[in-house]
C-alpha cells in the first residue's frame, strides 16, 4: 500500500499518533537525507531532545552523497537486459579517509616484503648450504669418517 493510500485510508486516531514535530527536513537537503529523515517515525523523534535531533540530521547530511563537477548517469537498452553506466569527477575531498587507507596498504605492503624477504634470505642460506657441501665432497674432505650427510637423514 503506497503512503498516500495509507493517508487517505488512516482513523483519526492514527492521524493523531503521527502529530507532533518531524526531523528537520529543508528545501536544499539531497534528496537521499530527505528520504532518511523521512524514515523516522514521529513517535521516535518525539523522544529526542533537540541536540539528539541535531547530531542525527548532521550525521544524515554528512553521509549523503556530495555533488560532483561532472555527473553523467545514463542508461542503454540491451537485447536482454539494460545496462547503466556513471561518470562522476570532481575535486577529491578524501584526504583523511586515504591516509588511513595508504597506512594500512603500506603496513601489508611491509608484512608482504619481509615474509618475501625471509623466504629468499632462507633459499639462499639452504643453496649455499648445499653448494658448500658439494665442494666439500669434490675436495674429498671427511668431517665425519665414515657417514655422509645423506645417509644421516636415512
Known amino acids: ?5 495509507a493517508r487517505r485510508t488512516a482513523t483519526p486516531t492514527a492521524r493523531a499518533s503521527r502529530a507532533g514535530p518531524r526531523p528537520a527536513v ?3 537537503d539531497p534528496p537521499l537525507a530527505k528520504a532518511v529523515l523521512r524514515r523516522i517515525s514521529r513517535s521516535t523523534w518525539d523522544t529526542l531532545g533537540e541536540a539528539q535531533r541535531a547530531e542525527i540530521r548532521a550525521a544524515v547530511l554528512s553521509a549523503s552523497p556530495r555533488r560532483h563537477a561532472i555527473d553523467v548517469r545514463g542508461s542503454i537498452p540491451l537485447v536482454f537486459f539494460r545496462a547503466y553506466f556513471v561518470l562522476l ?4 575531498t578524501r584526504r583523511g579517509n586515504l591516509r588511513v587507507e595508504d597506512d594500512r596498504r603500506a603496513r601489508v605492503v611491509g608484512l ?5 624477504s625471509t623466504l629468499l634470505a632462507l633459499a639462499i642460506v639452504a643453496a649455499a648450504l648445499v653448494g658448500v ?3 666439500k665432497c ?4 671427511d668431517l665425519i669418517p665414515g657417514k655422509h650427510a645423506w645417509e644421516l637423514f636415512d
Open 1 to 5: 500500500m503506497s503512503s498516500r493510500a
Open 26 to 28: 529543508e528545501a536544499g
Open 89 to 92: 569527477a570532481g575535486r577529491d
Open 112 to 116: 608482504g616484503w619481509s615474509i618475501v
Open 133 to 135: 657441501y658439494h665442494v
Open 138 to 141: 669434490a675436495l674429498g674432505i
